[in-house]
């Protein structure tokens, strides 16, 4: 069936006013960093120590096997911003000059748990992802993710062609050479201003388009492709699954031409999103974690040139997280 003609779905008719809905024109420089306070950093430094004493597999610990009270406590408010108020943070560091990155990563995977569970981000499994140029290019159904190249991604949401994890966390470690600049934006507020200005193609990126899914699927999956909206509703939130480069892919895997409405609807989508004084960009710095709302958040990179060394090179960290089901990759 054509997405053109599918029922019509479920949409939020309202301009929404709540703190998700932001520009960066209207946050404070530090809206969303969250320092990492004495009692925090102590904490750190002694859970670390105890870790390199007694070494277990990343995937084995578990925050309630530790004393972290100062920890635990921010990451309760850190879980506050995510769901209740502008859904992103910045953890303003981590201490890993006094440790291994082994250690560090440890350390970043025990707050993580304590805002939600941690999922798999692979269909085989995979838990921490290694977002590192590894020299490859991703093309249209091949499988490669652009988080393991070194070129520039637009702004889209996490596994938005299978099962959208809630939560998507990164983790510095080490800072390219030149360029790499994040940036996120507000797909709310995206929104809000389609519906003012274009309600009709609002309405269009309800309905499904075609997304190459990355060969993340088992051997029996006979789907290269799925077919979801762009937004959807629940009569509470408003949910975003948004890639336009694997739109573009997934409508070449499926051998299907996008309709002139679903183009010009997703052209309008992005101009909105790249409008100035929308988005806010900032350079990570090593120690750093980003967390955000990978349903009503978008976030994206500038290309990056690493340094000659391999000890330099760029290398960040991913963790994904659901507030239900199995950490299964499909949940």
Same mark, same amino acid.
């Given at each position: ?116 569970? +941690?999922?798999?981000?692979?269909? *085989?499994?995979?838990? /921490? ?5 590894? !020299?490859?290019? $991703?093309? &249209? %159904? ?111 895997? +499926?051998?299907?031409?996008?309709? *002139?409405?679903?183009? /010009? ?5 992005? !101009?909105?999103? $790249?409008? &100035? %004084? ?54």
């Amino acid at each position: 069936m054509d997405s053109t003609e599918t029922i019509a779905p479920r949409m939020l008719r309202e301009i929404v006013s709540s703190p998700i809905a932001w520009t960066n024109d209207a946050l404070a420089p530090d809206a969303g960093v969250v320092k990492v306070s004495d009692a925090c950093r102590a904490e750190l430094l002694a859970t670390a120590e105890l870790l390199e004493a007694n070494p277990l597999p990343l995937l084995s610990l578990r925050p309630g096997d530790f004393e972290m009270p100062a920890c635990r406590a921010m990451m309760a408010g850190v879980r506050d911003t995510l769901r209740s108020d502008i859904g992103f943070v910045i953890i303003d560091r981590l201490p890993i000059e006094a440790m291994s990155r082994e250690t560090a990563t440890k350390l970043y995977w025990l707050l993580g748990n304590m805002v939600d569970q +941690a999922v798999a981000q692979k269909w *085989d499994g995979l838990m /921490a992802y290694g977002v590192q140029d590894t !020299g490859q290019k $991703n093309t &249209p %159904g091949n499988g490669v993710r652009s988080s393991v190249t070194n070129s520039g991604q637009d702004y889209h949401t996490d596994n938005a062609f299978n099962t959208p994890p809630d939560y998507v966390a990164l983790f510095c470690l080490q800072t390219a050479m030149q360029g790499g600049i994040s940036g996120i934006v507000s797909f709310q507020t995206a929104h809000n201003r389609l519906l003012e200005r274009s309600p009709e193609l609002l309405e269009r990126l309800y309905r499904p388009y075609c997304m190459d899914r990355q060969a993340e699927y088992g051997p029996d999956d006979p789907n290269r492709f799925s077919r979801v909206p762009v937004f959807s509703y629940d009569g509470e939130r408003l949910f975003t699954r948004f890639s336009d480069w694997l739109i573009k892919a997934g409508q070449i895997v +499926a051998g299907e031409e996008l309709d *002139d409405l679903g183009r /010009a609807a997703l052209d309008a989508l992005i !101009g909105v999103i $790249n409008e &100035p %004084g929308m988005g806010r960009e900032f350079e990570f710095q090593p120690g750093q974690i980003q967390i955000l709302d990978n349903r009503r958040i978008g976030h994206r990179r500038t290309a990056f040139e690493d340094w000659p060394e391999p000890e330099r090179r760029r290398h960040l960290v991913r963790l994904w997280f659901r507030r239900e089901g199995r950490p299964f990759y499909h949940g």
